[in-house]
């Protein structure tokens, strides 16, 4: 490409340079499937960098959740209490996810996130210090909804995968299916480790490691740009200088020198991250995404019930201190079965996979209800894991069908709100129902909640299939 035809922005050069090595090589030499896969993900250059930086940042949510929630319940004898408190949290990411990911796709990661994180930071160092000193119970509601500001590190990474992987769409599943096995790993160790410290040392101890394991994250994938998604507001910007500029030429007032635009030589990309043009430009909201909406309200309740009522069973076990290995079960299963999905090469139709993950999570998750013992908590636990992982990359894969590009942070984060007012709902009612009838009143209230996703599922079934036939969407890549 001939660098004098072009003048990008720095960090948008340095992001196509390095997509551009990325992708050089033609697609059909991409493996299709096994291990190879994942290493020819791993080896685009700066990859590892976001992927493991990205992962580290999410370490706190186990962390903050089990060591909240033992740490509510040691101090004040409630877990309604926590519950209501998770609650607070999770209507608050709920309210301010989206306007979060609005404000990360129009100006950028790092300058959204960095402030954002700073403020997380210091609310849970206030948490820490208003449970050791056994503060009024207002002093907690009042510090909650701050954990709930956060970036969406989930997000981000995803996005930056569909840049690095732009001329390579057939590498999305591996891509998707590589971060959920990472995100599992870090709940296959933040659940056991969370409750470890939680119980064995300190809640106080749980909710400090939160803090410095999401500050390293942060730094390290935010600290390298080569793979950050171009802010759209600016190239917004520049779109419209460019056509300014054209109409300027079309008029005699400027020179062929000075209009310029991005163009690329066989083999290479454009030095600007492509966006839709405002004219062609699609919307986000449509009825196939605001079912998947519905569906990860339903989704997220039966999921976080779940996890409540472990801890409860485990305390009425004799055992609370292994609950975090009985939800490690969950994250272990889940992560074998992500590194197994991702490595095959997958023909059938996306719909039909996302429902059938979907059916053998919310019965595998409601079985719960039948068992008497921690093994027999934890097997139920293995046996619903597997089908955990599939199904989140499923919604992700069809999350990208169904939304634009240059929203895709934003409808993201939609879906994550709905998953976690699911969460508090679930928390907060499931929460009250074991304090009144012990795990049992959890369980039941798991079953209730994945019975509420199936129907939503199967309810808005025709404009799902429809939505998400066909091939993914080139504007992606």
């Not at 929630?69 to 101090?75: C, E, P, R, S």
């Not at 119980?199 to 390293?216: D, E, K, R």
């Not at 997958?346 to 059916?359: A, N």
């Amino acid at each position: 490409m001939s660098a004098q035809n072009v003048t990008p922005a720095p960090e948008t050069s340095k992001c196509a340079a390095d997509a551009s090595h990325s992708s050089s090589s033609p697609a059909d030499e991409w493996p299709s499937r096994g291990v190879k896969v994942y290493r020819s993900l791993l080896s685009i250059p700066r990859t590892p960098r976001f992927a493991f930086g990205g992962t580290i940042a999410q370490f706190p949510f186990p962390l903050v959740g089990m060591g909240m929630l033992i740490g509510v319940q040691h101090a004040y004898g409630s877990y309604g209490l926590a519950g209501a408190l998770s609650a607070v949290v999770a209507l608050t990411s709920a309210v301010a996810g989206p306007i979060i990911g609005r404000l990360v796709d129009n100006h950028g990661q790092r300058r959204v996130s960095i402030p954002i994180i700073t403020i997380w930071v210091l609310a849970d160092i206030a948490v820490m210090v208003a449970l050791a000193l056994r503060a009024p119970i207002w002093v907690l509601f009042a510090l909650s909804p701050l954990l709930g500001l956060y970036a969406p590190f989930g997000s981000m990474l995803r996005a930056r995968w569909a840049v690095a992987l732009r001329g390579r769409p057939q590498g999305l599943n591996s891509a998707l299916s590589l971060t959920s096995t990472l995100e599992e790993c870090m709940w296959v160790i933040g659940n056991p480790l969370a409750a470890f410290l939680a119980t064995s040392i300190s809640p106080l101890v749980s909710l400090g490691l939160a803090a410095v394991l999401m500050s390293v994250g942060m730094w390290i994938m935010l600290a390298d740009s080569t793979y950050e998604p171009a802010p759209q507001y600016a190239t917004r910007h520049r779109s419209i200088a460019r056509q300014v500029s054209r109409i300027l030429h079309r008029h005699g007032d400027v020179q062929d020198s000075l209009v310029t635009s991005p163009t690329t030589d066989e083999g290479d990309l454009p030095t600007e991250n492509p966006q839709p043009q405002p004219a062609a430009r699609q919307g986000l909201w449509s009825v196939a995404f605001a079912s998947m909406l519905i569906i990860q309200l339903a989704y997220g309740a039966f999921l976080s019930i779940t996890t409540l009522s472990v801890v409860a069973f485990s305390g009425e076990q004799g055992h609370q201190e292994l609950s975090g290995v009985i939800t490690a079960c969950f994250s272990a299963a889940s992560m074998i079965a992500a590194l197994t999905y991702g490595a095959i090469d997958w023909k059938g139709e996306l719909w039909k996979r996302f429902y059938i993950g979907l059916i053998a999570l919310a019965v595998g998750c409601s079985m719960l209800v039948f068992v008497h013992s921690m093994w027999g908590a934890a097997i139920v636990m293995f046996i619903a894991g597997l089908a955990q992982a599939p199904t989140v990359v499923n919604v992700n894969q069809m999350i990208v069908r169904m939304v634009p590009s240059y929203r895709f942070t934003e409808g993201m984060a939609l879906c994550g709100t709905m998953w976690v007012v699911g969460q508090s709902a679930s928390s907060l009612i499931g929460g009250h129902l074991i304090d009144a009838f012990g795990a049992i009143g959890g369980f039941l209230t798991t079953v209730g909640c994945a019975l509420a996703a199936l129907i939503c599922a199967f309810a808005t079934f025709l404009p799902i299939k429809r939505a998400v036939s066909g091939e993914t969407p080139a504007n992606y890549f």
